[in-house]
């Protein structure tokens, strides 16, 4: 086979005492005291190489056929991975668009965010007829992250614009609304079980949400100035789970009462948390950053411990966007250093 189609390299890492620690004696870490209690969730990590070198591999998602797709940021491409048989396609997309993510619908519609060109792309997953959909204020020049409700529609983020948008599928209108304070740089976006999305604004200490019918935007302030927030979940109750990159803390946010509760991340100032998602079981997954190398951590929001760590091997690298398949019980992830990553939980 191919070396480019070979699994490259497999890291199972299975939490145990001591992890974090030489003499494995230090108490205070919660990933310590966590495999103390037995309190852990194995995973084991599948890298393949892309094929196009420094390309910036990211945002990947996952079709209903099971083939993942993912976009090349720095290499102006869509491509598609089957896992299965560890082929690798790609189509170029237009010289200098800087696509951010990919989102695959229940029809297996492809949509790109044309990130540096202004606009969101409709593609057939056959690699063809790319219809590009501009956005209608100038302003709005860098549609950020797609998420789709499953109703026809595709709420986004505009980082650079301060906007949040909803395309409609079908007519292809874009409804946009400007984020009140200046420089939020809206980032990552979820939706709750209601389909009201919610936003974390990267540029200040606020989450938002819109309310679906009358569009109208709401801003939350976190609980400390210093806070900056680049990606978020939602867990099955409500409650809004967020990662302070700036700072290194796990947050949470209850809509129903407006309350806050917050604890550090096990790298605390060195966390640098990034990449997030969410599981069927209410477990936050998030890698580090700012660790070499970077680890994987998943937090269980039921009882709030720190349940797993899993070492990165791919050396310097930066995880910036997660998508969790149920139907496998995995996370796919895109790395810096140009590969594409399936973490595989297995209990």
């Not at 990267?202 to 900056?228: C, N, Y």
């Not at 995880?319 to 496998?328: C, E, G, L, N, Q």
Request: charged content about 25%; proline content about 7%.
């Amino acid at each position: 086979m191919h070396p480019l189609k070979t699994l490259f390299a497999t890291a199972i890492f299975t939490l145990t005492a001591g992890a974090f620690a030489a003499d494995g004696s230090d108490p205070s870490d919660p990933l310590v005291r966590a495999a103390q209690t037995g309190e852990k969730v194995s995973v084991a990590i599948d890298l393949w190489p892309v094929p196009w070198p420094s390309t910036r591999p990211r945002d990947p998602d996952v079709a209903p056929d099971g083939n993942v797709w993912f976009v090349g940021q720095t290499g102006d491409y869509v491509a598609q991975l089957n896992p299965k048989t560890e082929d690798f396609r790609r189509i170029n997309l237009p010289p200098g668009t800087g696509p951010h993510n990919v989102i695959v619908d229940d029809e297996g519609i492809l949509w790109v965010a044309g990130n540096r060109q202004g606009w969101i792309g409709r593609m057939l997953p056959t690699f063809e007829d790319l219809e590009k959909i501009e956005m209608p204020d100038e302003a709005a020049g860098d549609p950020h992250t797609l998420i789709d409700n499953g109703k026809g529609q595709i709420w986004f983020t505009v980082q650079g614009g301060n906007f949040i948008g909803r395309l409609d599928k079908e007519s292809k209108e874009v409804e946009l609304v400007k984020v009140p304070t200046e420089n939020a740089r809206p980032y990552g976006i979820r939706l709750d079980e209601n389909g009201q999305p919610w936003i974390a604004l990267f540029g200040t200490h606020k989450l938002a949400t819109v309310d679906p019918e009358t569009m109208k935007l709401t801003e939350i302030d976190l609980p400390r100035e210093d806070a900056r927030v680049r990606r978020l979940e939602i867990a099955s109750n409500g409650d809004i789970w967020y990662l302070d990159y700036a700072k290194g803390y796990i947050g949470r946010y209850r809509p129903s009462d407006k309350s806050f509760k917050e604890r550090r991340t096990p790298g605390e100032g060195r966390s640098g948390p990034y990449g997030t998602a969410i599981d069927d079981q209410d477990r936050v997954w998030f890698f580090e950053t700012w660790q070499l190398p970077n680890r994987l951590l998943g937090f269980d929001t039921k009882t709030e411990r720190f349940v797993s760590n899993t070492a990165l091997t791919t050396g310097r690298d930066t995880v910036r966007h997660m998508v969790y398949d149920p139907k496998k019980n995995t996370i796919w992830f895109g790395t810096d250093s140009n590969w594409i990553g399936q973490a595989k939980i297995t209990n």
